[in-house]
């Protein structure tokens, strides 16, 4: 089973921060890494896939990279709407994994 | 635009069976690229892939559940569904059905309690 550890499990931020999001794969996944933003009580919403590929009507402040075991989510330049669950997710091998996810405060 | 909806009981007593429906809309189920998935989510909890399925039958199961997991396709009705055996109350969570081409399309879940 490949495991993905995320960090960090949780972060304080302010408006108009940069944040970092790194999700790190337990053996190599090449490119088979996506991104995921969940707010209570709603379903999780494709932000990032492939790593890298933004997905339709995300905002333009939301980037990934990464490939291999290392990948990064950034959300540059924060807003209040953000505040909010990040989870990754493998579609390399099965079973299926995800992140254990970092939750996003605005302060 | 493809969308998907959870449908069935939002109890079941411990150590009966969990049985859910998910209606594909927006797009065939037979497509040969997609795999159609179950994952749940505990209360205040991380995602946990449940399995997954192939409109050709082919199914995989997470290793944790798999001797209480079938899940199956009916591609008249462009639905797939899930049983899950022997529930207990850690087995309570929102169930999400969902296809996947890499990264996921979601439905909205529905939450099962499993209680007496």
């Known amino acids: 089973e490949i495991v993905l550890t995320q960090s960090p499990d949780f972060q304080s931020v302010t408006p108009k921060e940069k944040v970092t999001i790194t999700c790190r794969a337990s053996?190599?996944?090449?490119?088979?890494l996506h991104w995921y933003q969940q707010k209570p009580d709603q379903s999780p919403r494709l932000l990032i896939k492939?790593?890298?590929q933004s997905f339709s009507g995300v905002p333009s402040r939301f980037s990934g990279s990464g490939s291999g075991t290392d990948f990064t989510l950034t959300i540059n330049s924060l807003e209040a709407e953000d505040a909010a669950t990040y989870y990754c997710?493998?579609?390399?091998?099965?079973?299926?994994?995800f992140g254990q996810g970092t939750r996003l405060e605005i302060k | 635009q493809l969308q998907l909806q959870e449908s069935g009981p939002g109890l079941v007593k411990p150590s009966e069976t969990l049985s859910l429906t998910c209606t594909v809309s927006?797009?065939?189920?037979?497509?040969?690229?997609?795999?159609w998935d179950w994952i749940r989510q505990p209360p205040g909890k991380g995602l946990e892939w449940i399995g997954s399925?192939?409109?050709?039958?082919?199914?995989n199961y997470n290793p944790s559940l798999k001797s209480r997991v079938t899940i199956s396709v009916d591609m008249p009705k462009n639905q797939f569904s899930l049983r899950l055996n022997s529930v207990t109350a850690a087995d309570t969570a929102v169930f999400y059905c969902?296809?996947?081409?890499?990264?996921?399309?979601w439905g909205q879940g529905i939450l099962v309690t499993v209680s007496s």
């Open positions: 969902a296809g996947r081409t890499g990264s996921y399309v």
């Open positions: 927006g797009g065939s189920i037979s497509v040969n690229s997609y795999q």
């Open positions: 399925i192939h409109y050709s039958g082919n199914t």
């Open positions: 053996q190599s996944i090449g490119s088979s």
């Open positions: 492939y790593a890298s």
């Open positions: 997710h493998q579609s390399s091998s099965f079973p299926i994994t």
